[in-house]
């Protein structure tokens, strides 16, 4: 009852500071429309910030001065927020860099840029080159059972903790090194779900102008049949898919992973055929197109030079977010046990198969932070890659402020 | 008479590529009660702008950056935002260009009449109600009682621009703004709105500024009219001075623009073999017959003006020509060989044959590619030119419309003005080297200057090709000025047809007659002469309806 009876308390002072902050800006200022035309909702919205904040900046000073046990409790706190300033340190750097090196075009792309951009850019350039580059920076073999090395070293690699610091991210339960299947987990789960959303975007793409050029009794039968393929929920239907595809595939792992691209590429293709049907259609009454194809022009001019240039942005777009669906579904997948294959790294599979470690959150956070690392690698490209794709729709659709 | 707004050194500036460029600099205006300006210009000359900052508002992306706007003492720009919520909508309104753009489609038009007035506490909302519809038959429209009760795509073009002209007036403002109110709408049409807006802003004794590029229009409705170009005024007189003795040369070539007319064309064999021929086209869109046996002749070289308002199925003419529509009987002959009604089946040098040159070059231009890839493809796709020999070819056209070649090849659409870009539509037609072209609406969308320059390119591009035009229009001035022979369209029929010469004089079949007498003249007194002759409930639509009543008995020439 207290509790609510605080929060209750909170608001109220929140409300009647907001009041004093509009009445003393505008009577500081004289009159400035800025105090002036504000509204009490937005006077009391800053002052709730401004006690959210204090409350961030108080607990990081916990986390940083109190002593064990108490400091368990906001170990993931100051993870999360030294992370968030890590980041954000980087990606200012990175935007900086962008804007003094490069051509006109390049610096006058990284001046407008916003931060949460250049951190989704920054962030999808390290994953790229992780992936890319996996077999040189990983220590160790992605499935490669250390000799020696004892099995579940916690994460952090100081020895007091549990840790060693031949292995800083630590060991998985048979003994695995853990940054080496973070690094290859990059090029596995990553390059899956990047030939995957392709295949799934030359699939639903193609029909979808297709539809949308040609229209009549194709454009029924494709739509209808995506229709049928969306009303199944699309992880079951995969999951159900998948099992019938490990019976065909057997023992070939190589063969199930095919199986899995293109069982989730046409799942999520039926998503893209819906958009670029709908931005084909709008773009088909032009008359630009009516023009093209009065000259005379066959259907694969129509589509690919008059229909798909003017497409692009929502596309790409789509291809963010797609991106991240699918990456998700693999991950899903694998942490069901019927995606990406042991011993190939996975995040997904990590995650599942470190996931009881999270029982020692409460007096043990740096153990439990073990399956949390896979997790975090998936939610990080999430964020970035969804970062990057609000940024270009921002741009393509001409939205200023 | 007392002053009511005053605009004193107004600046006003706009974002893009990152720094703030001039749009309106330095302007001062001002306005009595119950005056009206006119305010002129071309498009970019900053008279929308300027008309909203009368409000005291900007769009965004743009800012006031100097001056102030005093409406009656107070000044819109350092006002609150409560003060200024009381004023507009209540003390200042505002008319947009396109009344279906502006209307709520989710909402009957008279919820959205009322909104106003309830707000602002003047009327009850049972008492709104009723003075809209008082309104409404102020403003002459149909059924005032039942009109409110439709939904804004319930009503045409322009009873919807004469509904928002009453929603404007629903809280008895002493200021209205009308941002280029019947520029969207036909003729026959624009009179009706015109002769309302003006009745109801005498009887109100309400002051207003109206914006417009139509000279003609300005001369009926103003008081006082001040020109603007590219956000400097050039002057500023009263309407009668103002149209007698302009004082700028800028001035001087806008009251001049409607003087451009090209000789006349001896006339032609009666044996000559057509160039296009249309013989009894009936076609429909789905059951309805929006074309009823259509017929007529375009010859080599000639300009044949099809008129009519929206609707009139002069477009739809060009669809049959062209393909796109295959007309349900008739054919379309072609220098004497009859095409067949499908583009589909029509082989390459058919389609050659006949090009066309759209109204909006926005959407008839590929805004992803460049000057070059838009007129270079059909001369690669009917010429077989690459390389370049194509480039060569595409340079040689970009002469042709008097664009300079290496300045534009490489550029995109959006980075060209709207006439420029209407001269790419020209040369992508051109490259083809067609013997006919169908121009729809070519310079409906195009400031007056502008548009003269594409009709005498378009009068010099035949003189030297022999090209034959389809000119498709419902703006009176440039037939004047360009056709040879004249086709009036009324629902999907010819009434009329006839060398020009022939069509502008007297008899006409009622039709053309009320099509001719309703394009505005410069003269200020032309509105109300015409609403004297005509009787002041037989305007627009009205005469329409009474001419087709008993239209039948005078079928003229």
């Not at chain 1, 794709?389 to 939205?399: A, E, N, T």
Request: proline share 4%; glycine share 8%.
């Amino acid at each position: 009852m207290s509790f609510w009876l605080e929060i209750m308390g909170v608001l109220l002072g929140c409300l009647a500071a907001g009041w004093l902050f509009q009445f003393a800006g505008e009577k500081i200022t004289h009159g400035k429309p800025f105090f002036r035309d504000m509204p009490l909702s937005i006077a009391f919205g800053y002052a709730l910030g401004a006690v959210v904040l204090v409350w961030i900046v108080w607990s990081y000073y916990l986390a940083r001065t109190l002593e064990a046990p108490e400091v368990n409790k906001y170990f993931f706190f100051r993870r999360a927020i030294d992370a968030f300033i890590l980041f954000a340190i980087a990606a200012w750097l990175f935007r900086l860099l962008g804007r003094s090196v490069g051509t006109q075009g390049t610096k006058k792309l990284f001046r407008q840029m916003p931060l949460t951009a250049s951190f989704g850019l920054l962030t999808i350039l390290i994953y790229a080159l992780l992936a890319i580059f996996a077999g040189v920076l990983a220590p160790y073999g992605q499935e490669q059972i250390i000799q020696g090395a004892a099995a579940n070293i916690a994460p952090g690699g100081d020895p007091a903790m549990g840790g060693n610091p031949a292995y800083p991210l630590g060991t998985d339960q048979i003994g695995r090194d853990i940054l080496s299947r973070l690094i290859y987990g990059a090029q596995n789960t990553v390059g899956i779900a990047f030939a995957t959303t392709c295949l799934a975007f030359v699939l639903g793409g193609t029909l979808g102008f297709l539809a949308a050029t040609l229209g009549g009794w194709l454009d029924q039968v494709l739509s209808r049949g995506v229709d049928v393929l969306m009303a199944i929920p699309s992880l079951i239907f995969a999951l159900l898919l998948m099992t019938i595809a490990s019976a065909w595939a057997g023992s070939e792992k190589g063969l199930l992973t095919f199986y899995m691209v293109v069982i989730i590429a046409v799942i999520d293709s039926t998503r893209v055929f819906r958009l670029a049907r709908a931005v084909g259609a709008n773009i088909v009454v032009m008359d630009y197109i009516e023009a093209a194809k009065l000259r005379g022009e066959g259907l694969f001019y129509l589509i690919f030079k008059e229909i798909l240039p003017n497409a692009i942005s929502p596309l790409l777009a789509e291809f963010g977010l797609r991106f991240c669906f699918v990456f998700l579904t693999i991950a899903s997948l694998s942490f069901l046990g019927v995606g990406i294959q042991p011993p190939l790294a996975d995040w997904g599979t990590m995650v599942r198969d470190l996931a009881q470690f999270i029982n020692f959150a409460a007096f043990a956070p740096q153990v439990a932070s073990a399956p949390l690392l896979a997790a975090g690698a998936i939610a990080l490209l999430t964020v970035a890659v969804n970062f990057v794709v609000d940024w270009m729709l921002h741009r393509s659709s001409g939205l200023k402020e | 008479m007392s002053r009511l707004l005053t605009m004193k050194d107004v600046w006003i500036e706009g974002r893009s590529d990152e720094s703030w460029n001039p749009i309106i600099n330095g302007i001062d205006l001002h306005l009595d009660k119950g005056e009206v300006l006119g305010l002129i210009g071309e498009s970019g000359a900053g008279k929308s702008t300027m008309g909203l900052a009368a409000m005291g508002f900007c769009r965004d992306g743009v800012r006031i950056s100097k001056g102030s706007v005093e409406f009656e003492g107070i000044d819109l720009l350092k006002a609150s935002a409560a003060k200024k919520r009381a004023l507009l909508g209540k003390r200042i309104a505002y008319v947009a260009q396109s009344a279906a753009a502006s209307f709520n489609p989710a909402h009957r038009i008279i919820d959205q009449h009322t909104e106003g007035p309830v707000q602002h506490g003047v009327m009850s909302k049972s008492e709104s109600e009723r003075d809209a519809m008082e309104l409404y038959a102020k403003l002459r429209l149909p059924d005032p009682e039942q009109i409110g009760f439709r939904y804004p795509h319930q009503v045409s073009g322009g009873q919807l621009q004469r509904a928002m002209t009453a929603m404007a007036m629903s809280c008895r403002p002493d200021l209205i703004i009308f941002d280029e109110p019947t520029t969207a709408l036909d003729v026959t049409t624009q009179i009706e709105v015109l002769a309302s807006i003006r009745d109801i802003v005498e009887q109100f004794g309400t002051a207003a500024i109206y914006i417009t590029h139509d000279l003609a229009v300005v001369a009926q409705m103003a008081d006082r009219i001040k020109v603007l170009l590219k956000g400097d005024e050039v002057e500023t007189a009263d309407t009668r001075t103002m149209l007698s003795s302009p004082k700028e040369d800028y001035t001087k070539s806008l009251w001049a623009v409607r003087d451009f007319v090209r000789p006349a064309k001896p006339a032609v064999h009666t044996s000559a073999t057509p160039v296009v021929s249309v013989q009894g086209v009936t076609a429909a869109y789905g059951k309805v017959d929006v074309l009823n046996e259509v017929s007529f002749d375009i010859h080599e070289g000639r300009t044949v003006a099809v008129v009519g308002e929206s609707g009139s199925g002069k477009s739809t003419t060009a669809r049959c020509i062209t393909g796109l529509l295959p007309p349900r009987q008739g054919v379309i002959e072609f220098d004497g060989v009859a095409l067949p009604a499908d583009y589909r089946k029509r082989n390459k040098a058919q389609l050659r044959q006949a090009q066309m040159i759209y109204q909006m070059a926005d959407t008839a231009l590929n805004p992803r590619k460049t000057i070059g890839e838009i007129i270079g493809r059909p001369v690669e796709f009917y010429m077989g030119l690459k390389g370049r020999e194509k480039r060569r070819r595409v340079e040689e056209l970009l002469d042709e419309i008097e664009l300079p070649a290496d300045q534009y090849i490489d550029r995109l659409p959006s980075e060209l003005s709207g006439g420029q870009k209407q001269r790419i539509g020209i040369a992508r037609a051109l490259a083809a080297e067609p013997k006919f072209i169908i121009c729809d609406e070519v310079t409906s969308a195009l400031d007056q200057l502008v548009a003269e320059g594409i009709l005498k390119l378009l009068a010099r591009l035949q003189d030297e090709l022999h090209l034959s035009y389809m000119f498709i229009t419902h703006d009176l001035a440039t037939v004047k000025s360009i056709a040879d022979e004249v086709v009036v369209m009324k629902d999907g029929e010819v009434v009329e047809q006839g060398p020009k010469a022939q069509m502008f004089q007297p008899p006409h079949h009622p039709y053309t007659d009320l099509l001719l007498s309703s394009v505005p003249e410069m003269d200020p007194d032309w509105l109300s002469t015409l609403l004297a002759e005509r009787g002041i409930d037989n305007i627009g639509d009205a005469a329409v309806n009474k001419m087709s009543y008993n239209g039948t008995q005078s079928k003229g020439c």
